[in-house]
């Protein structure tokens, strides 16, 4: 049977606004040119100079109060898309309990947000059961359900929509046959038994992954009103952002975790978001994308791996409107993808990838960590360290390849908890 937790009545806790470095969708753009007007730039844009003005940045205040802001509004207006800096959060705990023959904590917390009629974003927190301090926390999302990452029917089975290939759905519909189907990818007893906890969402939870939906009638965006041009409206990567966003308001408020401790992770998409989510909120300590590719950690600039018009094309409903103008024309880009590794700084950042995994493009994002590097360094941080062509793992600014392919398992776990432990110590 397993053990409940003495608060696991269902308590519902409203958060306060926690003070977010989140841009602001209600600023004004009158000065961003049309794509048609940007100036071509064959080589990656200077981090330390600005768009506006090409003003050099010198200081960590200058960055932090001009090119960091500038950056944000960039990268919201050319290619994610603007979304809601904030909404209140209402959490309630709806199961608190051991699970994995006592070797695993499983919290099921639901979050309503905004007027409370966007479906609610379900949280499965798996926790050490024995912690003596608060753990620090992965958060990541997940397309399958939280159902999926441990066979154990005390976990919710998703209610939301699942993408057929998804273990066990039927009609788009998860199933109790999915349980644990994914499990291979989330070593849970691990992470747990190192000292870790994990929050995972259901990415549905926010906004399925529909490729026909780009009316977005579904998920989070029907629900909030963000007042900006249409080319500038969020796509579905910055809607997961804003769910991110909003676990991490929770998170800051649970003492059952450290709120001071979040790392975003998250592969190939889900790897974009881990890096958009905490390049735009400080509340983040830690990012690892791994094999996040285009728009993610490589380089739209990079003539390697998935090209903008493949990406804009396979995936419409992934960037704003304004993304696609870029396609085969990404030398106008303002921005590239080395600059939102630089708003992580002096953060921990590692960059994960597999030698094989061409799509997503390996050299493109280590040429992103070396160029992001001079904004650590400026920030107090050593940023990348190379030895020759060796990249050190446990450095603040890192990138990491092993053999393989697109996956995320076991070894790849390892190397996360490697450069987590190091920066936040052995838990
Ligand atoms: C596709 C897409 C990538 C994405 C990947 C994934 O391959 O082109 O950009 O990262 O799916 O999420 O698995």
Redesign the pocket.
């Known amino acids: 049977m397993p053990r409940r937790h003495p608060l696991s009545v269902a308590a519902v806790l409203i958060l306060a606004f926690a003070p977010c470095a989140c841009s602001s969708a209600s600023e004004p753009l009158p000065e961003l040119p049309a794509v048609s007007e940007l100036p071509r730039r064959d080589e990656l844009p200077d981090a330390l100079t600005t768009f506006i003005g090409a003003r050099s940045i010198d200081s960590p205040d200058a960055w932090r109060d001009v090119r960091a802001p500038e950056l944000r509004r960039l990268f919201q207006h050319y290619v994610y898309g603007f979304w809601p800096t904030t909404a209140e959060v209402r959490s309630e705990v709806i199961k608190d309990v051991t699970i994995a023959g006592g070797k695993v904590r499983y919290k099921h917390v639901r979050l309503t947000h905004g007027d409370g009629s966007a479906p609610p974003i379900n949280v499965a927190l798996f926790l050490p059961p024995a912690a003596t301090r608060a753990p620090p926390v992965f958060l990541a999302l997940d397309p399958c359900g939280n159902h999926t990452l441990i066979a154990d029917p005390e976990v919710a089975l998703s209610s939301a929509w699942v993408d057929g290939l998804c273990p066990g759905a039927v009609d788009n519909k998860a199933t109790e046959a999915g349980r644990g189907g994914r499990a291979e990818r989330w070593p849970i007893a691990l992470i747990v038994e190192r000292g870790f906890a994990l929050a995972a969402v259901h990415e549905s939870d926010i906004d399925p992954d529909n490729r026909d939906d780009t009316s977005f009638a579904d998920g989070v965006h029907p629900h909030y009103q963000v007042d900006v041009a249409p080319a500038q409206r969020w796509g579905t990567i910055a809607a997961w952002t804003f769910g991110v966003q909003r676990v991490v308001d929770h998170l800051v408020a649970d003492s059952d975790v450290d709120g001071k401790r979040i790392i975003t992770v998250g592969?190939?998409?889900?790897?974009?978001v881990a890096l958009l989510a905490a390049a735009f909120d400080e509340r983040i300590a830690m990012a690892i994308p791994h094999?996040?590719?285009?728009?993610?950690a490589t380089l739209s600039r990079s003539s390697l791996g998935?090209s903008l018009f493949?990406?804009n094309g396979?995936?419409p409903h992934w960037f704003n409107d304004t993304f696609p103008l870029f396609n085969n024309k990404e030398v106008f880009l303002p921005v590239d993808q080395h600059l939102l590794i630089a708003l992580v700084a002096p953060r921990p950042l590692l960059a994960t990838n597999g030698d094989d995994d061409s799509?997503?493009d390996p050299p493109g994002a280590l040429r992103a960590v070396e160029a992001a590097s001079p904004v650590y360094e400026l920030l107090g941080s050593s940023g990348l360290q190379k030895n020759g062509n060796d990249v050190l793992l446990e450095a603040d600014l890192s990138w990491h390849s092993r053999p393989g392919g697109?996956s995320l398992g076991l070894e790849d776990w390892q190397t996360f908890l490697r450069f987590a432990e190091h920066h936040f110590g052995a838990q």
């Open positions: 592969h190939s998409r889900r790897g974009k094999q996040s590719g285009t728009g993610g998935e493949a990406i396979l995936f799509w997503a697109h």
